[in-house]
């Protein structure tokens, strides 16, 4: 079974930084492709980054060159360092785990954090 558990979000001011977490059990890390989603109050659950098992990346055009992805095989963690946060950053985050099988796809979630951008 699957387990996603996040930790590091928080209030910051604009312009600020946050790192946060996702620690993973229950499979094998390195057979999946990790990253992170967030959903402000009123919209939908949209991308922000993720990242394959050799260290491809992918990001959200509003995030680019000031979040960064990176992920630990050995310690099956997932970070996303986010600087120069905006107001329009306030979300709450949520890791994912998807694993794409010959047979089947499957992507499971964190509970979320909450990440709040005052300006």
């Known amino acids: 079974q699957v387990q996603l558990v996040e930790s590091g979000g928080g209030l910051v001011q604009a312009g600020g930084s946050l790192r946060l977490s996702c620690a993973a059990s229950?499979?094998?890390?390195?057979?999946?492709?990790m990253g992170w989603h967030r959903q402000a109050p009123g919209k939908q659950r949209s991308m922000v980054a993720t990242i394959t098992s050799d260290g491809s990346t992918n990001y959200a055009d509003s995030v680019k060159g000031r979040f960064t992805i990176s992920r630990d095989n050995a310690d099956n963690t997932v970070t996303l360092q986010m600087n120069s946060l905006k107001p329009e950053d306030t979300a709450v985050y949520y890791c994912?785990?998807?694993?794409?099988?010959?047979?089947?796809?499957?992507?499971?979630w964190g509970q979320g954090t909450q990440v709040t951008v005052s300006s």
């Open positions: 994912n785990a998807d694993l794409t099988t010959r047979w089947t796809s499957s992507r499971s």
């Open positions: 229950g499979i094998i890390f390195s057979n999946y492709v």
